[in-house]
């Protein structure tokens, strides 16, 4: 047996040992274990029978009102086609009794098939219109699937790209988003077409239950008794169900972030250079197990509800069939009446069947998609008021399109669900046209600054002003118009060159009618050195940037930065916010990046946050944060002569330089 062969039995054989291990022990991820969704595990445990009954309408309501929105015409179509069908089946049904009378008279058998003939062709023409309007009916109803879907996905993506940054900090909000994503979402199209179901099995029930009361008014609850251990067994294995994702929702994001770690291209290297493979399958794995231990647990517990509600229903099914016999037998009920019965009771049985899987599965459906509709109404009541105030703009005040003064005060910050503030009390000042540079050690709030002063987050307490008017009393958006940043951490836009220089720019068109590209994007790109990227791209500025389609193009660390450079030159706004703008450029980049921040960057006021302190030495003035507080300020050379944090910054890295230099070396 080969080596290898032999190392895969025993890793199998010592996971296969584990697995069992931790099926028996439990699951091992205690920190899964204390989630708050417990209390909601118990209330839900309680859920029965009536609960969903009294439920469901509120479910089919909601269903009716996104189908509505959705298109009303198909909605109308869809309700009203089912009920006319509906009509047809008790049509259907009644006739044959006709047929059934008239062959089962005591006459000679020519003339009996000559009497049910008319009954037979209105049977006929009753089954094929009923499959007709039931055809329409499907089709509406398919229509609809996609546009309620639209919608839903539309309400979702409208929400998380409005609701304030600091809800996307919020590990809690983040649970309930992937909840509302990955299951929430599509269960609003799914509801629309339980509900549908639903409706069409009561119109199936509602015609086979008339038909038997016009029989024989006995019959009818004995139908119904059918009914009852198959819904019980049915809402019974939902809510199992239901409860089980919901115990394991945290389960699926770990999973979903290991499988992401494992998977994407971006940390291949990373993943094999520092031999994580291992760490990270045991990571999956012990995920995985709990989630297996879980779910065959949920198997077992379904099947043996699905059993006992067979049972039951057999046992129903037989009385019903006993007590017909009898009926026959005391000759209550004539011969072809006791075959119309069957048949109704048999069509009944049918739409219950479909009724009950469709109330079971409507209901199911309606818990996700009650997760989704709470979500979206809870990232809704998270999107700050004052972006839904723009159409009121003529009577508040507005934020200036330009400014000459920008004025933070006392500003105090705590991340969500941090347990200190990252800001404490901070106060400085922007004149139009001046370059400010923040500089601070690692942690030290000058990231968090540069946000709240680009109005991605509010402040606790303090303001910053832009002129006098609070940035935290106009809408977001006219604060985000008037800012570019250029960011630490910047996305890597799977998009063409083009699109990530000049996205989000709201400059339109990009390229004229003969292709030439707008001469504000090949001055930015000028700028930054991104035309120098561009030009080896071999598409140019059409290149997609993404290798994971064809044609796509990767960029180095460095050319990205480059790009990302660029898209702030581009934009046209008053205040420029650089952060970290060169941590990735080659030294020729660098200088001509900070040179052109030094000029203003054609008249712009600039915010620099760099650790490269040779490039802050020309700030009209410099802010030194420690632990989210500003301890020192003024220009270098007033900073230097104070002997503080910066002067021990700056000469550490000249000296670093002297050290290093060529005429240190040639010394
Ligand atoms: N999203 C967040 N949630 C919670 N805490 C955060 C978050 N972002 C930053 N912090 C914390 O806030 C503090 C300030 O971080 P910030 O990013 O502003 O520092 P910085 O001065 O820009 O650091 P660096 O020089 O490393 O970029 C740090 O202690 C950090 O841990």
């Known amino acids: 047996m080969g080596r290898r062969r032999r190392l895969t039995q025993r890793f199998t054989h010592h996971r296969t040992r584990r697995n069992r291990r931790e099926a ?10 204390a989630h708050t969704w417990h209390a909601k595990d118990r209330e839900l445990a309680e859920t029965g029978l009536s609960t969903v009954a009294r439920r469901l309408p509120a479910v089919i309501a909601q269903a009716a009102r996104l189908a509505w929105r959705a298109s009303p015409a198909d909605t109308i179509a869809t309700i009203s086609l089912n009920l006319v069908a509906g009509i047809f089946t008790a049509f259907w049904l009644l006739a044959t009794t006709g047929v059934l009378t008239a062959l089962f ?32 009916a499907g089709w509406s109803q398919s229509r609809l699937n996609p546009q309620v879907r639209r919608l839903a996905e539309l309400r979702l993506y409208e929400a998380t790209t409005a609701v304030h940054l600091a809800a996307l900090d919020d590990s809690d909000f983040l649970d309930e988003l992937q909840r509302a994503q990955t299951r929430g979402m599509t269960s609003a199209p799914r509801v629309v077409q339980e509900a549908v179901d639903v409706l069409t099995g009561i119109v199936g029930l509602a015609a086979a239950a008339g038909t038997l009361g016009v029989l024989h008014p006995l019959l009818l609850p004995l139908l119904l008794l059918t009914a009852v251990p198959e819904g019980w067994a049915s809402v019974r294995s939902a809510r199992m169900q239901y409860l089980t994702m919901l115990s394991l929702v945290e389960v699926y994001r770990r999973k979903w972030i290991l499988s992401d770690l494992m998977i994407q291209r971006e940390h291949a290297a990373e993943v094999r250079s520092f031999t994580m493979r291992p760490f990270l399958l045991d990571e999956y794995d012990r995920s995985a197990a709990h989630q297996r231990a879980v779910e065959l647990d949920l198997a077992r517990r379904q099947t043996m509800a699905k059993v006992t509600g067979d049972m039951l229903k057999g046992v129903a099914t037989a009385a019903v069939y006993i007590a017909l016999g009898l009926m026959l037998w005391k000759g209550s009920v004539p011969l072809a009446v006791a075959g119309t019965a069957v048949l109704a009771i048999r069509s009944g049985q049918s739409s219950l069947v479909n009724l009950v899987f469709a109330v079971n599965q409507c209901y199911e459906e309606g818990l996700y998609f009650g997760d989704y509709l709470r979500f979206c109404t809870a990232a809704e009541d998270r999107i700050p008021r004052r972006a839904l105030d723009v159409a009121a703009a003529e009577e508040r005040e507005r934020l200036p399109d330009d400014f000459a003064a920008i004025r933070v005060r006392d500003v105090v910050f705590t991340y969500p669900g941090a347990e200190s503030p990252s800001l404490r009390g901070v106060s400085l000042d922007l004149r139009k046209g001046e370059v400010v540079a923040l500089v601070g050690e690692n942690g030290s709030g000058k990231t968090t600054l540069a946000k709240i002063m680009a109005g991605l987050y509010d402040p606790d307490s303090g303001d910053v002003r832009w002129d006098g008017v609070p940035l935290a009393e106009v809408p977001p958006q006219e604060v985000w118009e008037r800012v570019a940043v250029i960011a630490q951490q910047y996305t890597h836009w799977p998009m063409t060159a083009r699109q990530n220089i000049t996205m989000g720019a709201g400059r339109g068109q990009v390229q004229d009618e003969d292709g030439d590209e707008d001469p504000a994007m090949l001055a930015a790109a000028r700028a930054s050195g991104a035309d120098e990227v561009v030009a080896g791209l071999s598409h140019g500025y059409g290149t997609l940037l993404d290798r994971r389609f064809r044609d796509g193009a990767e960029l180095s660390g460095g050319q990205w930065q480059r790009l990302a450079v660029a898209r702030g030159f581009f934009r046209d706004a008053p205040l420029l916010i650089c952060d970290e703008p060169s941590a990735a450029l080659d030294a020729r980049a660098e200088h001509q990046l900070f040179e052109r921040i030094r000029t203003h960057a054609d008249g712009r006021t600039v915010l620099l946050i760099t650790h490269r302190l040779a490039s802050v030495r020309y700030a009209d003035r410099i802010y030194v944060l420690e632990h989210g507080e500003v301890t020192e300020e003024g220009d270098h050379a007033s900073l230097m002569g104070r002997g503080g944090l910066y002067a021990d910054l700056y000469s550490l890295q000249a000296a670093a330089y002297g050290a290093g230099g060529p005429q240190a070396q040639a010394g």
């Open 24 to 33: 028996t022990a439990g699951p091992r991820l205690p920190e899964l274990t």
């Open 105 to 136: 008279s005591g006459r000679p058998t020519p003339d009996r098939v000559r009497e049910a003939l008319p009954s037979l062709l209105l049977v006929a023409a009753a089954v094929a219109l009923r499959a007709g309007l039931q055809a329409c």
